[in-house]
């Protein structure tokens, strides 16, 4: 079932992470308002294919809007102008007939362009690394999960921090390309659980470290990040994570 | 039973089995442990947890993933839970129970002395993922709380909200980067395992290709461990993410070890239909919707063909112009029927032009009636007397809101239909793989030093998986199966010292891999890759699909050979294969699929019974249910690969021993 | 352990500008209570600046005042000259203005632009009150202040001045919390509300002073 859209594409095409890129124009027809925006750039590519031409690259993978591979700036926007909503759940019916889209790749010094629309966003992993984590071993010995009571309301608070799929629209969405989000979010998770407070001080002194270190920019409360987390994931874990960094720098440890 | 199937299960009763064997397994003392190296390959649950556990341990650890982040991996998009044997909720489970309902659920094609260790260990599943920060949902009282699922009558699946899998692999993912931090775990990402090196017998290293530079490299190591999941994107359409691939474990199947149950593949019965030919993969809605929604389809021809015209809306028949037939067929069990039943009757109805999209495969989940049902006890609660039909309607609507909200803006995304107005359609989609690489009681290939883990093996789901056993099994395999067994493998390496990439089995196998790709490349044929891919999933789904039949089966080998040949002559591949090139990562697979759709043909061939997901038209009851036949087909198949075609797989069978469990016919009438 | 000290981290950095800024919401708050001393007349409005030339507060306050200006200021100006650099390459067509205010995007132009509001009213009025005492034919500082509203452009840049540093305060004052970790999800409605009340105040009390001295005083 084909549908009935035009479309004017805007796509940047870079060849690899030294070339010079740009913005190139396709023309698509018989757009079906039911596909997908990935699906809709699958077609485009299999029509690349055809003609001989390479295909516009970019990271996917689950296509149900949780491994967090898909990113894309849509018309300004990582993952397009809804709410809530990663780009492999973005629906066609959301444009118009008619409408000029532009994709490009998200930006940052940290997310350098490997090519066309796919960026290296392994600055998140690393971040990850120096800290992002509770220092527990596979225990032959474990201790029975119900042994430690942890509230429900900061079970659940940890939770929904813990949502974040770590697909970078946060940075990307930022004026000023920080990480804060995706950072605090994970800082927030473990401070939350009574597990991750025994490292707290430690973990969140290193990852801001880490997040400095890979040159995203400073956080100026625009709250973009908070509006583009296709997660909802809140500003109030940026709150927390000040806190805890403020409260790590200065209160001596007992 | 030829020797190299010997699934080396430890002795003793069930129960004390892998007690055993823990005590008397051979161990590596930790200074030998840092002169070892591991490859894993796949940072799923069962990759990343194996990656993370052993280099806990001080194994040196390559680990190698296709995706951009270790954390991508499709376990992420698990949803409803993972089962362990806690049995907080004192309802009579147990280490047994669990090990029963799995063993029964997979209908009696699964390893006892497996199914059992994986019930044993599930609780520490639970406890060591809490100590991660796992958060999992919890009750006001600060405790873990539960909720039940498919397949068993207790309750012991823990969750957290419909994103299970995501926390569970974060969990992992983030003690995987830890060693990342610590120097101990190496990762590889945006590199494809393309083949397996085996020296003297033994795995010895892998031939990947870096995905950015297009780069052919080689890595050694004292034992590789494929954790690279299922093959269900075999079919095209599937709720496999699009990467998932099962070219590793073909390489390694084509390498020597032997590929288990390869047609034993798990159709979920409520996934959001196909809506064009542009589909690019399938999105699963929660089995718990199947609680309260009621699946029908019209009763009347004329009325499933005008709405498949967008003539009528199912809103438009009434009661009585339709069928229920699940709950016609099934009265015991009704919408609530297992996973393999549900799909089967679904397409039956659809196949005989009662569906109800455009293309007339989809079939109505109504909750029409739940939301009339709670609407009538909300206001008996609320004392309101004779409430109006839209006063019934909001009460009620606001109840299923509560209980299943998310799935329902979910698929409001998707579909641009409101659930909550027009009844959801929905269609079975393929969604796992039970059959994979044949392992022992070691998780032990028939390779040795290989390991396979997760869903890539052949598992312990049998025929037919439960829900939310998944997670556990890719868990167990990593945190405490393989940092276990692969002691016993790795205690003769502690003098083997580091292994040279520059030995004549590297050059040889390098050689093949790019001999391939050069042919791949080379062929400069007029069809893309995606046009095969689409084919062979059509074939697949139509002829090794939900049913099959004997003529089924042998034309779709017919057909796939046809298909295998045209790919070979007339694939066009664009771009270059020393650089960042999708489609020939894309090619690679679909090649190697051509050859694993035929084996799963193969497979399903020879299995002369029904069982499980394995649904034979032939052989089934008066009533069409499975017929399985113990006598002659209670064993694990496992296929070898001989010469140069798959034409030539020569099957083995490893014969199921059941001293535990009494075997029988499963019905749900 | 740490790998960066604390006034060097992104945090940290955030930190002194919310403590400054503090700082000098404080100090707007005060500044616009003693210009409303203008209204009770001459003798009210002299007798506040002659307190306000007072050695402690000259040589004791003043400096903190403007060291705390200094810093703000130029932690500021650091701080968007490393966010422009973290994205070297823009977005061609972006829309920022979706997902964040004007506010919060443009805080070092509207800082700017308050410099230089600043800038202006010290050269005429700060430094004539206290370095280089009053011009000739000005009887008093109330005549000074009251004659300089007399003119209309100047009277105007000082309201357009005052309105961008309510919009420089609006992203401002919530921020100063957010920044310091104490912007608690359950404060935050509270937080918003007193934000607008602090600009309206500061804005129209300023504005209030101008326009009262250009047509009552």
Redesign the interface.
């Known amino acids: ?2 549908g009935n859209m035009n479309l004017t594409l805007k796509i940047w095409r870079q060849a ?1 992470a030294q070339a010079k890129g740009e913005l190139k124009e396709y023309k698509m027809t018989g757009v ?5 925006f ?3 750039l ?2 485009l590519n ?1 029509q ?3 003609k ?4 516009v ?1 970019f ?11 898909c990113s894309l700036v849509i018309n300004g926007r990582p993952h397009g102008p809804v709410r809530r ?1 990663t780009t492999c ?1 973005l ?1 066609m ?1 959301k444009f118009k007939d008619g409408d000029t889209i532009y994709i490009e790749p998200y930006r940052a010094k940290a997310f350098p362009v ?2 066309d629309l ?1 960026v ?3 600055a ?2 690393r971040i ?12 032959g010995n ?5 042994s ?5 309301e900061n ?2 608070r ?2 929904a921090a ?2 974040c ?2 697909c970078g629209a946060c940075a990307a969405a930022c004026p000023n390309a920080s990480a804060m989000l995706f950072v605090s979010a994970k800082v927030s ?2 401070a939350l ?1 009574p ?2 407070r025994v490292e707290a001080t430690r973990r969140v002194k290193n990852m801001v470290a880490q997040m400095d270190h890979e040159g995203f920019g400073n956080c100026s409360n625009t709250g973009a990040c908070e509006v583009e987390c296709p997660k909802g994931v809140s500003l109030e874990n940026i709150a927390r994570m000040n806190r805890e960094y403020l409260a790590a720098s200065f209160v001596p440890e007992s | 039973m030829s020797n190299i199937l010997d699934a080396k299960i430890p002795a003793g009763p069930l129960s004390k089995k892998w007690d055993n064997y823990k005590e008397h397994v051979r161990l590596v003392n930790p200074a030998n442990k840092r002169k070892i190296d591991i490859l894993v390959v796949g940072t799923g649950l069962a990759g990343g ?1 194996a990656a ?2 052993l280099a ?1 341990l001080g194994y040196n650890v390559k680990a190698f993933f296709y ?8 376990s ?2 698990a949803q409803g839970g993972i089962n362990a044997n ?1 049995n ?1 909720t004192n309802d009579g489970d147990s280490t047994y129970r669990l090990f029963y309902d799995t063993i029964k659920g997979g209908d009696y094609r699964s390893r006892e002395a497996n199914v059992y260790r994986l019930a044993q260990v599930s609780g ?1 599943i ?19 709380d539960n909720r039940s699922f498919g397949g068993a009558q207790v309750s012991r699946t823990f969750y ?2 419909g ?1 299970t ?3 569970l692999l ?1 969990g992992c ?3 995987f ?2 060693q ?2 610590k120097g101990k775990i190496t ?1 590889y ?1 945006r590199h494809e395992m393309l083949d397996l090196v085996v020296v003297d017998g033994k795995a010895r290293g892998i031939i990947v290709r870096n995905m ?1 530079t297009g780069e052919i490299e080689r890595y050694s190591g004292h034992a590789v461990v494929l954790a690279t999941g299922g093959y269900g994107n075999v079919f095209f359409l599937s ?1 496999n ?3 998932s691939n099962g070219s590793a474990a073909w390489a390694t199947f084509k390498r020597g070890a032997y590929f288990a149950n390869p047609c034993f593949t798990q159709i979920h019965p409520t996934c959001i239909p196909v ?7 399938l ?2 809605m929660s089995e718990s919707l199947r609680n309260d929604g009621r699946i029908w389809v019209p009763k009347k021809k004329e009325d499933a063909e005008a709405i498949q015209q967008g003539k009528k809306k199912p809103t438009e028949i009434p009661d009585e112009d339709r069928d229920f037939y699940l709950e016609r067929r099934y009265p015991a069990f009704g919408n609530l029927v297992p996973r393999d039943v549900a799909s089967r009757a679904a397409k039956e109805r659809c196949d005989a032009g009662y569906g109800v999209n ?2 007339g495969k989809a079939v109505y989940l109504d909750f029409k009636y739940a939301i009339q049902r709670y609407g009538g006890i909300e206001a008996h609660q609320k004392g309101l007397e004779n409430p109006t039909e839209q006063q019934i309607y909001d009460l009620g609507k606001k109840v299923v809101e509560e209980k299943y909200g998310n799935l329902f803006q ?1 698929y409001e ?4 239909d409101d659930p909550y107005v027009t009844p959801m359609m929905i269609y079975p989609a393929v969604h796992y793989t039970m059959g994979g690489i044949w392992v022992d009681y070691e998780l032990m290939t028939t390779i040795k030093g290989c390991y396979a883990l997760g869903e890539c093996n052949f598992s312990d789901h049998g025929a037919n998986r439960l829900g939310a056993s998944a997670l556990m099994q890719g868990l167990a395999d990593g ?2 199966v393989l ?1 276990n067994t692969i002691s016993n493998y790795l205690a003769d390496e502690i003098h083997t010292g580091p292994i040279p990439t520059t030995l004549p089995e590297f050059d040889a196998v390098e050689k093949d891999v790019k001999a391939r790709i050069e042919k791949l490349m080379s062929i400069k044929g007029t069809k ?1 890759v ?2 095969f891919s689409k084919r062979l999933g059509n074939i697949m789904w139509n002829k090794v699909g939900m049913g099959r039949t004997k003529q089924s089966l042998t034309e779709a080998i017919e057909e796939i050979r046809a298909l295998r040949a045209e790919f070979w002559k007339d694939l ?1 591949v ?2 270059e294969a020393h ?2 090139n ?2 020939l990562e894309k090619a690679g697979r679909v090649a190697d699929f051509m050859e694993l759709g035929q084996l799963m043909a193969m497979d399903a061939l020879s299995r002369e019974d029904s069982c499980g997901g394995h649904f034979r038209e032939e052989h089934q009851t008066e009533d069409g249910e499975a017929k399985r036949d113990d006598e002659n087909f209670s064993y694990v198949s496992a296929w070898q690969w001989v010469g140069d075609s798959i034409d030539n797989a020569v099957l083995h069978k490893e014969p199921l021993v059941y001293e535990e469990t009494k075997v029988q016919q499963r019905s749900y009438k | 352990m740490s790998k960066a000290c604390f006034c060097s981290s992104s945090v940290g950095r955030k930190v002194f500008m919310a403590i400054t800024g503090a700082f000098l919401v404080i100090f707007m708050l005060l500044h616009m209570s003693l210009n409303l001393f203008v209204i009770g007349g001459a003798e009210s409005y002299n007798a506040m600046c002659h307190f306000m030339g007072l050695p402690f507060i000259k040589y004791g306050l003043q400096p903190v005042l403007a060291l705390g200006f200094i810093v703000h200021i130029i932690y500021g100006l650091y701080l968007a000259v490393k966010n422009s650099a973290a994205r070297p390459v823009n977005y061609k067509n972006a829309n920022y203005g979706a997902a964040s205010s004007w506010a919060s995007r443009y805080m070092w132009l509207t800082g700017l632009v308050v410099l230089g509001g600043i800038a202006l009213h010290m050269v005429n009025f700060w430094v004539k009150i206290q370095i280089t005492g009053l011009p000739e034919g000005v009887a008093d500082d109330y005549t000074l202040v009251v004659n300089l509203f007399k003119n209309d452009l100047y009277t105007i840049l000082y309201i357009v001045w005052f309105v961008i540093l309510g919009v420089h305060l609006a992203h401002g004052f919530w921020s100063m919390f957010q920044s310091s970790g104490q912007a608690y999800v359950k404060w935050l409605p509270c937080l918003q509300k007193l934000a607008l009340l602090y600009c309206a105040v500061i804005t129209l009390g300023f504005t209030f002073v101008a326009l009262w001295c250009r047509f009552i005083a």
């Open positions: 079932m084909s690899n079906s308002p039911d596909m997908s990935l699906e809709m699958d077609v299999e690349l294919v055809e001989k031409e390479e295909p690259v990271d996917h993978d689950c296509r149900e809007g949780i491994c967090g591979a909503v759940q629906h019916r490997i090519k796919m290296d966003r392994k998140y992993d990850q690394a120096a800290g992002g984590f509770i220092s527990v071993n596979t225990s474990p201790t029975d999960a119900n430690i009571l942890i509230k429900k079970a659940d940890a939770f813990a949502s799929i770590g998770q473990f659980l597990q991750g | 947890s993370a556990s806990e995706q951009d982040s270790a954390r991508r991996a499709h992420i998009a806690k907080y520490h639970i406890d060591q993922c809490v100590a991660q920060g796992v958060p999992f949902a919890r009750d006001y009282g600060g405790q873990l957290a909200a994103q899998g995501q926390q974060l993912y983030s003690a980067q830890r990342v931090g990762p990402d950015v709720t993410a699009m990467g809506t064009g030919d542009h589909q690019s993969k999105t699963l455009s293309t979910m995304m998707i579909t641009d945190y405490y940092p893309s995606d046009s066009f664009p771009g650089a960042l999708p489609e």
